[in-house]
């Protein structure tokens, strides 16, 4: 995977302010792309040459599996998925709302889990499934419990997916990123965020991603971020 010319990536959640990022470098890198977002407007106005777009909203059950789907039909084949989709929820656990809970674990834990179980059987061998959780699955946050928990979810369900996934000779990388300025606080589902330190740079983030892709890499946790 040192060379990306000519293979064939998913990026999920592209319209974002990493997966925009990731899906540009990937095909600045010659990779050719299926991207997915809820919005076509917003996927459009990527302007990323050739991409093939399939709106897709993670909270529905089969919404993973469409994308896929839909990308193998296009293009024959995939040799790299990226999920850089999530939503961000602030709030003491005591007051969280159902509701909330019930959107943080449709987009940021089963969505991931059904995006991986769509995928593992059609990735070709050699192939990448790269996961964004967060440096709060290794240090939660006081008033982020419930995100802070979603988010340890997935990135358990990364570490072990990998593991399954190497006698399939596909390797499943979970990216834990510390806090980035996506603005994704200032569009949070519920809640205030909590005041914290400014963040790194979501481009900083996205060439990490890019180099844990070419770099073989298996995990990526948020020390190994400048």
Known sequence: MTDLSGKVFVVVGATGALG???????????ATLTISGRSADKLDA??????????A??????????VIDAAKEKHGRIDGV???AGVAAFGPVAEIDDDTVDDLVLIDFLGPLRLLRAALPVVEQGGVIVGIS?????????????YSAVKAAASALYIAAAK???RSKIRVVDVRPPHTETGLADRA??????KMPEGI???????RVLSAITGGEREVPSSDFD
Not at 22 to 28: G, S
Not at 47 to 52: E, F, P, Q, R
Not at 57 to 66: G, I, K, V
């Open 20 to 30: 925009s990022r990731i899906a540009t470098l990937l095909a600045d890198a010659g």
């Open 46 to 55: 990527l302007g990323i040459d050739g991409a093939h777009t399939v709106t």
């Open 57 to 66: 909203d993670l909270r529905e059950p089969a919404a993973a599996a469409q």
């Open 82 to 84: 990226v999920n850089a």
């Open 134 to 146: 967060a440096v709060l699955a290794e240090q939660p946050v006081a008033g982020m419990a419930t």
């Open 164 to 166: 399954e996934a190497r």
């Open 189 to 194: 589902i519920a809640g205030e965020p909590p």
């Open 201 to 207: 740079a979501p481009d900083a983030v996205a060439k």
